[in-house]
C-alpha cells in the first residue's frame, strides 16, 4: 500500500502507525481558542435575517445555508427542520430585544423615563444588528398567516402589554398619572407605537433617524415636546 505524505506524517506521530480514513468527528460550536461566533450563532443570525426578510413561507434551509456559507446538512446538524429553527430564532430574538428592554427599564420610578427606557435599549439592539426589528415585526404577519406560529407572536405582545400597563398602574398609585386613566386604551395604544416603531426601525428609517425618534417620543411622554 502506498501512503500520501500526510498518511506518514501521521504514521510518525502514532507510535502503532496506524492511519484511519474515516474523518475526525465534528464537533459543534465554535472552534477552540477563537472569539467568533459559532456555528450555531450564524445559523441563527441568518436565519432572522431570511425569516425577516423573506417571511415563514419563502425562508428555506438552502436559502440559509447558501447565506451562512454552509451546506443544507450542516444546518440540518443543529437545527432538524424550520420550524424549530424558527422558534430557536424567536426565542432568542425575544430575549435579546424584549427581555433585555423590560429589565433595563425597571430601576426609574418613573413612568416616562421607564417607557423611554425600553425604547432605547431596543433602538441600541438595532444599531447592532436591525435584522432584529424586522424579524419581529415580520413574525407578527407570519402569525396572521400561520396559526400554528400564533403562540410565539401572542405570548411576545403579551409580555409588553403586562410591562405596559404595570407601569401605567404604579404611576397612577404613586400619583404620577391620573387616576381617571382608561389603562387598557393607553395601554394598546403604546403597544401600537412600539410596534410602528419596529416596522420604522427595520424597514424604513436609518439608525440614527430612529434615535431622533425615540428622543422626541421621549420628550412627548416627558410633557416636554412642546
Known amino acids: 500500500m502506498v501512503r500520501s505524505p500526510a498518511q506518514d506524517e501521521a504514521a510518525q506521530e502514532d507510535p502503532a502507525g496506524a492511519v484511519s480514513d474515516e474523518p475526525a468527528p465534528r464537533r459543534r460550536g465554535r472552534p477552540p481558542a477563537t472569539d467568533g461566533p459559532s456555528t450555531e450563532e450564524i445559523i441563527l443570525r441568518t436565519a432572522r435575517e431570511a425569516f425577516g426578510e ?12 447558501e447565506r451562512a456559507g454552509l451546506t443544507r446538512p450542516a444546518v440540518n446538524h443543529y437545527f432538524p427542520g424550520k420550524r424549530a429553527l424558527y422558534d430557536a430564532v424567536f426565542a432568542s430574538t425575544q430575549d435579546r430585544v424584549v427581555t433585555a428592554g423590560i429589565l433595563s427599564a425597571t430601576p426609574d420610578p418613573d413612568v416616562s423615563v421607564r417607557l423611554s427606557a425600553f425604547l432605547h435599549a431596543a433602538a441600541d439592539v438595532d444599531s447592532q444588528d436591525r435584522s432584529f426589528a424586522r424579524f419581529i415585526t415580520s413574525s407578527l404577519l407570519d402569525a396572521v398567516r400561520h396559526p400554528e406560529l400564533a403562540d410565539h407572536a401572542e ?3 403579551e409580555a409588553l402589554r403586562t410591562f405596559t400597563r404595570s407601569i401605567l398602574e404604579e404611576g397612577i398609585a404613586a ?15 403604546l403597544l401600537a407605537i412600539m410596534w410602528g416603531m419596529g416596522l420604522y426601525a427595520g424597514f424604513v428609517g436609518t439608525h440614527e433617524q430612529l434615535e431622533s425618534v425615540v428622543d422626541q417620543f ?9
Open 155 to 157: 405570548g411576545q405582545l
Open 175 to 189: 400619583g404620577q398619572v391620573r387616576e381617571d386613566l382608561d389603562v387598557p386604551a393607553v395601554t394598546e395604544m
Open 218 to 226: 421621549a420628550m412627548l411622554l416627558g410633557g416636554t415636546l412642546w
Open 54 to 65: 423573506l417571511g415563514y413561507d419563502r425562508t428555506t434551509f438552502r436559502e440559509i445555508a
